[in-house]
């Protein structure tokens, strides 16, 4: 993989060169302090299931560039807050989800936030904090006399995250995330000298709260950093496929689809991607970009970035095994992959499980399997050369499935036309 490391005095500048920086208070000052000093800095992540999902990556990714230009990065996963519910970015009151179901979630994500961040670096080791351990110590007369008495209800009504919601309709409990995750903020100053905060541009109210919160309590030096909010040229939200939220986990996205994902980037958005996603160089980039221009069929910036992003998130094997079923689909020989890299590749596909016998009709298990509405359509369909049977053109319509022919002794996939897969599971 590319060196990620970064010199201390040019990461503000590649930053900005990877369109990172959609927000910064006092850049001139943020920039010296970079460069002089060791900077902790720390970002939020709500627990709001029980994985993180490619949206997420961005702020991950921010807080390991700021490691690896010798900086200190703080991952703080919302215990806390996440029982209250953040309402920037949504027009609507977020469910409240039960103490247990939260600690539950908290849990997974700092097992998640772990795999991206060294927590045993020389001299700069990141670490990883959940906000319950202070938020839930607070009581209601300390919270209000000593951090509530800073904000006005004017300032808050000001901040978009609030006015956003107001024709709609907010909760006093959602009205208070932004001082709680103020608090966050100013507790982390006091206790970890942290002077940044970063997050996504939907975050700007809650880090300026932090920052008045700081300076109203007798703190001083502390920024703010926003990323921007990641879009695709189409106007189609990031984040999300046909068949729902890219999820870090791969028990909830395989390394299969997760790698398709970006591997189905558009030629407008890649270099966007390769910029946001990766920390391959700028000579790297710009020559992937040069080769896009010239020969864009190839489509080698999206696999390098389908590539990097999958080494990030699931490691080299993970790749490996993407690419050999990427092939494997292709050509249509699927019967080289093992039993798990079968279950890999079809497991959004539509299944059918059926009862193990010893041979079936063709025709019949299109029919159960839903490749075909009729007889008369899967009669067609195979005549007209459009049936596959374990990457096998089937051309007969009285054709019998046997059941030697299911691979590792259960699954039969049938495709019709070049990209509509359906599996058979046989029990």
């Known amino acids: 993989m590319t060196n990620e490391t970064i010199a201390q005095n040019e990461l503000l500048e590649d930053l900005e060169y990877r369109g ?14 970079l460069e002089e000093d060791r900077v902790t800095l720390y970002c939020g992540f709500d627990p709001t299931a029980d994985s993180l999902h490619i949206g997420s990556l961005l702020p991950i ?102 006015d956003s919601r107001l024709a709609n309709g907010i909760s006093f409990t959602e009205f208070s995330y932004m001082i709680l995750q103020a608090y966050d903020f100013w507790k982390l100053h ?41 879009t695709k040229s189409d106007g189609k939200k990031f984040g999300k496929s046909e068949t729902g939220a890219i999820w870090l986990d791969r028990n909830k996205t395989s390394v299969y689809h997760f790698y398709q994902f970006w591997m189905n980037t558009d030629d407008n958005d890649v270099i966007k991607f390769l910029k946001y996603f990766t920390f391959l160089t700028r000579p790297e980039i710009e020559a992937l970009e040069e080769e896009l221009k010239q020969q864009p069929e190839k489509r080698a910036a999206q696999r390098e970035l389908a590539r990097q992003v999958t080494k990030l998130v699931h490691g080299e094997d993970a790749v490996e095994t993407a690419e050999k079923i990427t092939q494997a689909l292709f050509s249509g020989d699927i019967t080289k992959l093992t039993e798990a890299e079968l279950v890999e590749a079809l497991q959004d596909l539509p299944t059918t499980v059926l009862p193990a016998q010893d ?36 051309t007969g319509v009285e054709t019998l499935i046997a059941a030697d022919q299911r691979l590792h002794g259960k699954y039969i996939v049938l495709r019709k036309g070049k990209k509509n897969y359906f599996l058979v599971r046989f029990e």
């Not at 019949?364 to 596959?388: F, H, T, W, Y």
């Open 61 to 162: 990714l921010m807080l390991r560039r700021f490691q690896n230009a010798g900086h200190v990065p703080i991952a703080l996963v919302g215990g806390g807050t996440g029982l209250i519910g953040d309402p920037s970015g949504r027009s609507t009151e977020r469910s409240l989800n039960t103490s247990d179901t939260v600690a539950e979630w908290t849990d997974s994500l700092k097992r998640q936030l772990s795999r991206f961040l060294d927590f045993e670096a020389d001299g700069n080791p990141a670490s990883l904090v959940s906000n319950y351990d202070w938020i839930s110590k607070l009581d209601v007369i300390s919270f209000l006399r000593d951090v509530g008495k800073n904000f006005t209800v004017n300032y808050m009504l000001a901040k978009d995250s609030v």
């Open 190 to 230: 006091q206790e970890h000298g942290c002077h940044l905060q970063v997050g996504g541009s939907d975050q700007w109210g809650n880090i300026t709260a932090g920052l008045d919160l700081i300076g109203k309590m007798g703190g001083s030096g502390a920024f703010g950093l926003t990323m921007p909010l990641v």
């Open 20 to 33: 990172l920086v959609h927000q910064v208070t006092d850049r001139e000052n943020l920039g010296k302090k």
């Open 359 to 394: 041979e079936k009709p063709l025709m019949d298990l299109l029919i159960e399997a839903g490749v075909a509405p009729s007889k008369r359509q899967a009669k067609q369909d195979i005549e007209g050369n459009a049936i596959s049977v374990n990457g096998v053109k089937q």
